[in-house]
Nanobody, 124 residues
Framework: QVQLVESGGGLVQAGDSLRLSCASS????????MGWFRQAPGKEREFVAS????????DYADSVKRRFTISRDNTKNTVALQMNSLRPEDTAVYYC?????????????????WGQGTQVTVSS
């Protein structure tokens, strides 16, 4: 059984930074791509960033490109999301997810394990 546990959310002001972390239990962490998604109230869950098994391949939503950085440590079974220059529109619950394959991807349907989410609130 795979468990994903996010941490690092909180309340910040616009322009501030936050670092989210996701710890994964279970085997073969390095065999799967990982992703971050977010869901704001009244909106559908949306893709934020993904990273391939080795950490070389990374993909970002246009809305976060050049502000957010996804990374992973396969020795610690963790994936992180460094969020800089935060904006009020970044306010959402952020979810870590494990993909069914090694390659990064944007569709939630390609991810079969999800964390419980961590709240990020950015005030103006």
């Amino acid at each position: 059984q795979v468990q994903l546990v996010e941490s690092g959310g909180g309340l910040v002001q616009a322009g501030d930074s936050l670092r989210l972390s996701c710890a994964s239990s279970g085997r073969a962490f390095s065999s799967y791509a990982m992703g971050w998604f977010r869901q704001a109230p009244g909106k559908e869950r949306e893709f934020v960033a993904s990273i391939g098994w080795s950490g070389v391949s990374r993909d970002y939503a246009d809305s976060v490109k050049r502000r957010f950085t996804i990374s992973r440590d396969n020795t610690k079974n963790t994936v992180a999301l460094q969020m800089n220059s935060l904006r009020p529109e970044d306010t959402a619950v952020y979810y870590c997810a494990r993909k069914t394959t090694v390659y990064s991807g944007r569709s939630p349907q390609e991810y079969n394990y999800w964390g419980q989410g961590t709240q990020v609130t950015v005030s103006s």
